[in-house]
C-alpha cells in the first residue's frame, strides 16, 4: 500500500483554491488533511469543495500537527519567508507557491535550514508543467530548428484598471508582475538555458495611479541564444505565447496553456476529459529545414499536466524520485529578478553573479 501524505494547506485565496487544492488532491498518496482559510468566504468555500479536510483558522494548528508531512504555502509574498521558516523547523516538507522569496538572502536561509532538518523544499514553478512549454523543450530536444539562437516568451493580460485591494499592486516588496508573472518566465527560460552570463531590463509602471511595475521586457543573454521574456497589463491584441528560433527555422506559438481556464471553471484532472489537451486550433507552427526536407505547419502539443508538480513531490518524499523544480533553481529566478531590478535602475546590462 502506498504511503499516505498529510497535507496541510496555508492559504485559501486564488492560489490554495484554484491552483493547489484542485491540482494535489487527485494525487495518489496525497491527503488533504487541513486547511487554514481565514476569510467567512473561504472558509465557506473550503467545507463545501474539501469536506474531508479540517478546517482552521491558524497556521500553528497545522505546523503543530504531528499527523500533518507536508505544508503547502499559497498567501502573500511577504509571508514566504516566515511560514516556510516555522514549516520547516516543525519538521514539515514544504511546497512555496512562487516566488520563492523576495530576496536570495531569505531564499538562501531556507535552503540551508531544509538542509539542516533534512526536508524537502520546492516552489511551485507549475508552467514547467504548461502543455507549450513541454513542447518547446520537445523541439530543442529533437534538434528541429537546428541550434537555437533566439526565444521569446509573454505572459500578457489585459486590465487598465487597477484591482482594488490586490496585495499584488500595493507599493510594496515583492510585488509587481516582474515577481509575479515573471518568475514563471524566468524559471522556463533558465530550465531550457541554464543561467545567463547577463540581464538587461526595461521595467514600466504603464496604468494611471500605478504603484509597481505592470509592463516588463528582460533580456537574458547566452554565449549563443538570447532569450526575451515580456509581460504587460495593457496588450489587448493576442500576441505569439512563444517564438523559438534556430538556424535552420522557427516555431511560433499563440494562446496559453489550458488547464488555468479549466481549475477557474472549476474542473480537475479527475473530472474533466482529455485533461491540458490543446485544441487543434490552437497548436503551434512550424516552419523549418530538417534532414533535407522542407517542414511546414502545425506541431501538436504536448499534454498539460500540473499535477505532475504534486507526484513528484510525493515521489521525492517517499524516496522515488529527485526534485524537479530544486530550491537553488527557484532561488536563481529571484536572483534574476533582482539583477532585473538593478539593471533597470543603472540603466545597463549587468553581469549574472550568485551574489
Keep these: 500500500m502506498d504511503k499516505i501524505i498529510k497535507v496541510g494547506l496555508i492559504g485559501f485565496g486564488v492560489g490554495g483554491q484554484i491552483f493547489h487544492a484542485p491540482v494535489l488532491t487527485p494525487v495518489k498518496g496525497l491527503e488533504l488533511a487541513k486547511i487554514r482559510a481565514a476569510r467567512p468566504e473561504q472558509v465557506a468555500v473550503a467545507?463545501?469543495?474539501?469536506?474531508?479536510?479540517?478546517?482552521v483558522n491558524n497556521a500553528d494548528e497545522i505546523f503543530n500537527d504531528p499527523n500533518i508531512d507536508l505544508v503547502v504555502i499559497s498567501?502573500?509574498?511577504?509571508?514566504?519567508?516566515?511560514?516556510?521558516?516555522?514549516?520547516?523547523?516543525?519538521?514539515?516538507?514544504?511546497?512555496?507557491d512562487k516566488p520563492f522569496t523576495i530576496t536570495t538572502t531569505d531564499a538562501d536561509e531556507l535552503i540551508a535550514l531544509a538542509d539542516r532538518?533534512?526536508?524537502?523544499?520546492?516552489?511551485?514553478?507549475?508552467?514547467r508543467f504548461d502543455s507549450d512549454f513541454s513542447t518547446v523543450q520537445k523541439i530543442i530536444k529533437s534538434n528541429l530548428l537546428g541550434d537555437i539562437v533566439e526565444f521569446e516568451s509573454r505572459y500578457d493580460r489585459f486590465r487598465n484598471y487597477l484591482k482594488p485591494?490586490?496585495?499584488?499592486?500595493?507599493?510594496?516588496?515583492?510585488?509587481?508582475?516582474?515577481?509575479?508573472?515573471?518568475?514563471?518566465?524566468?524559471?522556463?527560460v533558465t530550465a531550457l538555458f541554464g543561467l545567463p552570463v547577463a540581464i538587461t531590463a526595461d521595467l514600466r509602471i504603464q496604468r494611471k495611479g500605478g504603484k509597481v511595475v505592470d509592463n516588463f521586457e528582460v533580456i537574458l543573454h547566452y554565449p549563443s541564444v538570447k532569450a526575451s521574456i515580456k509581460a504587460g497589463m495593457l496588450v489587448k491584441e493576442t500576441?505569439?505565447?512563444?517564438?523559438?528560433?534556430?538556424?535552420?527555422?522557427?516555431?511560433?506559438k499563440y494562446g496559453m496553456d489550458v488547464q488555468e481556464e479549466a481549475l477557474k471553471a472549476g474542473f480537475t484532472s479527475l473530472t474533466k476529459d482529455k485533461w491540458g489537451v490543446e485544441p487543434p486550433e490552437t497548436w503551434g507552427k512550424i516552419n523549418t529545414e530538417y534532414n533535407g526536407l522542407h517542414l511546414v505547419g502545425n506541431v501538436e502539443s504536448e499534454t498539460g499536466n500540473y499535477s505532475g508538480f504534486y507526484?513528484?513531490?510525493?515521489?521525492?518524499?517517499?524516496?522515488?524520485?529527485?526534485?524537479?523544480?530544486?530550491?537553488?533553481?527557484a532561488r536563481n529566478t529571484i536572483r534574476i529578478i533582482e539583477l532585473a531590478m538593478q539593471s533597470q535602475e543603472e540603466?545597463?546590462?549587468?553581469?549574472f553573479s550568485f551574489s
Excluded: C, M
Design 47 to 55: 467545507g463545501k469543495k474539501y469536506p474531508q479536510s479540517e478546517i
Design 75 to 96: 498567501t502573500p509574498n511577504t509571508s514566504h519567508f516566515s511560514l516556510a521558516q516555522q514549516a520547516l523547523e516543525a519538521g514539515k516538507h514544504v511546497v512555496l
Design 117 to 127: 532538518v533534512k526536508r524537502v523544499l520546492t516552489v511551485y514553478h507549475n508552467r
Design 165 to 188: 485591494g490586490a496585495w499584488r499592486e500595493e507599493d510594496a516588496p515583492g510585488t509587481g508582475i516582474l515577481y509575479d508573472l515573471g518568475s514563471h518566465l524566468i524559471d522556463q
Design 239 to 252: 500576441l505569439p505565447r512563444l517564438i523559438l528560433s534556430g538556424n535552420n527555422g522557427s516555431y511560433v
Design 311 to 329: 507526484t513528484n513531490v510525493y515521489n521525492v518524499i517517499t524516496g522515488k524520485e529527485e526534485l524537479i523544480v530544486t530550491p537553488l533553481q
Design 347 to 351: 540603466r545597463r546590462t549587468v553581469d
